[in-house]
DNA sequence: TTGAAAGCGCTAACAG
DNA sequence: CTGTTAGCGCTTTCAA
């Protein structure tokens, strides 16, 4: 069986058979109306010719790619990969492929990439940059199909899925206090994030609630969500004279970066001072000791803004809504 | 500005600016001979109308699609997101698009990918998969562009990139021996991967060389590489009545599993066990203790598969050679 | 320097 | 049930 170099197209495949293209066609896509014989016909000339339909005319004609675009601020980043894992079950589910892009949070790279969906090289897109550069994007919702996930600006007309960000944060915060912890740290990350500005939000509150003391020098804010940015914060947040008795850390990557800091400090985690990490991703219950920490649903989440997407794909003008998944509180050793 | 629902073509382009399709063709693909009045007259009804050109048409024209495939086991793994960065910069750098593609490690499932390759979606694709699944597209890889990365068998003729494992592992296990260990255990993956293979080859020949016993208990295979089957391993291997007294483990997580499994013993590390791994992921110095571990260049593993592939892609015909990259020890605070 | 026209490989009316 | 035919939006000779 000779590998052609001339890949064979559907007109080879209707000489071959003695039927037409149409026929051809009708027979790839399932489409019936064609007596049995003639489509065995055909697809025996497809086998015998090895022939492989391409789908960039398909695509021309029908004006789709079957393409999804995924755009993350940082694929290395455990929490993104599992919400990836999710869009992907659901798009493969539906004959789609997923296309995911590393946008690293910079807004010209994400509109570049925005341009594939423009250009119709794909035919959706799934956006998990800071909100704040989705509204570059915003203007362009009505027209182009894409939705947030994670990050979202609920002002903004587009379908989005998270979690409620300021109420997770003020249960984070509720129970370092109830453990009996009045000095309470932050370790935020990027405030272009809707998320790292809610969760601040609720960690305000739930002091003030409580009637506690809050001291700017207790929040800190970094820019990645790499664990020595994380590291880095914590030993700054100790390093102060009255320095926290727990920390509240709005990633699980910074709170393993201030595990490593109470480490290289010699305080003992959590009697002498406690942490709480966010998200949960499969190293937290590994650590030492293993990490309490809110957890997103992140598989689901995933699947939900691919369905969301879908969904919208399917019907343009149908208005789909805004979804909050819930979050939970899991208690390990670190509080 | 309205945003038009219907998208505007090469042909209203050309109609606003009293042009041919030709004309504006030529000034969208920035190619001389044409007239700088006419140019201006056409990039004028581009702004005007906001024209973006169709890559679908173009790509069934030219019989491109700019897209290229990655194929990776899985994408949650801190490994290969580091190496698909690398392979994302250097396609991006040369107008690229990368297309990342999570497999499982599973032949159907990268079958169906690579159809991608096949029906002229993606104009070439770098795989990461074992290489026992590789074999699979070994028939292909003369008519279809792909490289192997990672993972390769040098006998099949497909252009790769990776490290020496065999004697990598084997420079593990010697750390291990000087540093007075006798008793050695060897926490492998997936024997379907070439690299688990050729690692625990290393770890025999260099126990051997050093006149130490081997004993088949001391080795553990596991199916997956999360932190969780490490730690399996580990509590597994540690049960027997005489324990090894160090693990060098095939890759980091399981590394870090393995440290989660003394904690759980109440085995010191390394004072009662050491424990080194294989990588050097981002976390592997935040662990506790640090890893000790062989490091791989993972970004410069990416860049130089996508630049193979470019290379191929650019030349068909060009013969492009295999290439291995270097590992070093780490030594941290786990050996 | 520009334009006319022929496809790239496929789908979808519309006929038969 | 099957075939004819007209494009999808672009690139690319070939002529003018």
């Not at 589910?93 to 341009?115: K, N």
């Not at 201030?258 to 003992?268: C, D, E, Y």
Request: some cysteine.
């Amino acid at each position: 069986m000779p590998s052609k170099n001339t890949p064979v197209s559907i007109a080879a495949v209707a000489m071959h058979a003695g039927v037409s293209v149409a026929t051809v066609s009708r027979v790839m896509n399932g489409l019936d109306g064609v007596r049995p014989v003639t489509r065995d016909k055909v697809l025996a000339s497809v086998t015998a010719l090895g022939y492989r339909m391409n789908h960039l005319a398909r695509n021309l004609r029908t004006a789709a790619s079957r393409l999804l675009l995924t755009m993350v601020p940082d694929v290395g980043n455990p929490f993104y990969s599992e919400i990836v894992r999710g869009i992907d079950s659901v798009a493969r589910e539906h004959g789609y492929f997923v296309m995911l892009c590393d946008t690293g949070a910079d807004e010209g790279r994400e509109s570049a990439y925005f341009d594939l969906l423009r250009t119709h090289r794909a035919d959706g897109a799934i956006c998990l940059d800071p909100d704040t550069v989705q509204h570059a994007l915003a203007n362009e919702s009505n027209v182009l199909p894409w939705v947030a996930c994670c990050e979202f600006d609920p002002a903004i007309a587009v379908p989005y899925v998270g979690v409620d960000n300021y109420r997770a944060a003020g249960d984070a915060v509720r129970h370092l206090i109830e453990r009996g912890h009045t000095r309470i740290g932050l370790i935020n990350s990027d405030q272009r994030y809707r998320y790292a500005r809610e969760r601040q939000r609720g960690y305000l509150d739930a002091m003030r609630a409580a009637g506690l003391p809050i001291h700017p020098e207790w929040r800190q804010l970094v820019e990645s969500l790499d664990y020595d940015a994380g590291k880095h914060a914590a030993l700054q947040m100790m390093a102060q004279p009255e320095a926290p008795s727990a920390i509240f850390a709005v990633s699980d990557t910074l709170a393993i970066g201030a595990l490593s800091a109470m480490r290289q400090l010699n305080k003992r985690v959590p009697e002498e001072v406690a942490v709480i990490g966010f998200d949960d991703i499969a190293i937290a219950a590994q650590t030492w000791p293993p990490l309490s920490t809110i957890a997103q649903p992140m598989r689901l989440l995933g699947e939900t803004a691919a369905k969301l997407l879908l969904l919208r794909l399917a019907d343009p003008e149908a208005k789909v809504q805004g979804v909050l998944l819930d979050h939970h509180l899991i208690q390990r050793e670190s509080s």
